[in-house]
């Protein structure tokens, strides 16, 4: 039987294609080799994480996996009733997925269209968002504040300093989780203790550097979502509208893994003094990701809240998690396995 190893966990947002995260969780609680110590999130990894440590703080692993498919099944639940079309009995039927996905196109285009020339503020003044209610009815924001099962460090961006907000698991309430997903052409900004917050992803989706500075864990596993290369050139409106969303929303997670790897190049050849390599520790890099599925994936199916298309995912993240960790659990606690050199580094220079 293999031994039990721990890592830190990194979880990107990405509105419904959250629940490709959702499946990489359910596996990695399924499969059981693996003790998270920590999770940095951010947007729809932030729900991730709250559910899935809310639901492990109160019934273990069973609870935790139970907890993340009750989340997502409410998550489609309210998109259903903000989709006339759900309410039709036959729409639900594969043969009419095309019409479901049509219209969840529609939808995003006339609001993205619509949030550019007028503010959440103007239309929603009383800032009502369902998710919150949906939060407090799944999370236990008070058990999480409390427990020690998991360390959370929740990414949010300070709308006036420009600056990541890592909120701590004592810090942690609905709130922070509005904060951390709020994307400022659709809703209110959230303020907390005198600040304005907005979607943790410009600043950082998600910050690495909380697991290196408050966990023991040396190993990191980051969930990617968005796609870092492409091979085609965006030439319509929606592929570069989509192409420039994913770069905003990789780039402070690419500039991360970039110091990374130039701190691991100065350990691995001692280019440090011995007073200076005190200070620094190896850290060791994974990747799960599904960048030729996510890549077949529009901008506009991360509001695609279908029950269907959610479970998509949700099988997807299962599948990739499990290969993933066939070919790489006896590196964890041993070696990088993602080449950091070659894909954060060189390449970049």
């Known amino acids: 039987m293999s031994t039990k190893k721990s890592v830190n966990l990194a979880l990107q947002g990405g509105g419904a294609h959250g629940a490709f995260g959702w499946g990489v969780l359910d596996k990695i609680l399924e499969d059981g080799r693996l003790y998270i110590e920590g999770i940095s999130a951010t947007s729809a990894g932030t729900m991730n994480a709250l559910v899935y440590a809310s639901g492990l703080e109160s019934s273990g692993k069973k609870g935790a996996r139970e907890a993340l498919e009750y989340f997502w099944r409410q998550v489609s639940y309210l998109g259903q009733m903000s989709n006339p079309l759900s309410y039709l009995p036959w729409m639900n039927l594969p043969q009419f997925k095309h019409i479901n996905e ?22 929603n003044p009383m800032g009502i968002n369902p998710l919150r209610h949906l939060l407090k009815s799944v999370i236990d924001f008070e058990s999480i504040q409390k427990c020690d099962g998991v360390k959370l460090f929740i990414n949010a961006t300070n709308v006036r300093t420009g600056q990541t907000k890592i909120f701590h698991n004592n810090e942690l309430d609905a709130d922070v989780a509005m904060a951390s997903a709020c994307l400022p052409y659709m ?18 989706n998600p910050a690495l550097f909380p697991l290196f500075y408050n966990t023991v864990s040396k190993d990191i596993v980051i969930l990617h979502i968005n796609p870092v290369e492409r091979e085609q050139i965006p030439v319509t409106a929606q592929a570069i509208n989509n192409r420039i969303n994913e770069i905003s929303f990789n780039a402070s997670l690419v500039n991360e893994l970039r110091a990374v790897s130039f701190v691991s190049k100065l350990l691995k050849n001692h280019w440090l003094q011995t007073d200076y390599q005190k200070r620094y520790r190896e850290i060791l890099v994974h990747s799960i990701r599904a960048d030729e599925a996510m890549r077949s994936y529009s901008l506009s199916s991360k509001f695609n809240t279908s029950w269907s298309f959610l479970k998509e995912l949700r099988d997807l993240g299962r599948n990739v ?22 894909e954060y580094y060189t390449r970049s220079s």
């Open 102 to 123: 049509n219209y969840q196109k529609f939808n995003y285009y006339f609001h993205e269209f619509v949030g550019r020339v007028i503010s959440p503020y103007q239309l």
């Open 187 to 204: 809703f209110h900004a959230v303020q907390i203790e005198g600040e304005t917050y907005w979607d943790g992803g410009y600043t950082g």
């Open 321 to 342: 998690a499990s290969q993933w960790l066939e070919n790489n659990f006896d590196q964890i606690g041993k070696n990088t396995t993602c080449d950091l050199e070659t």
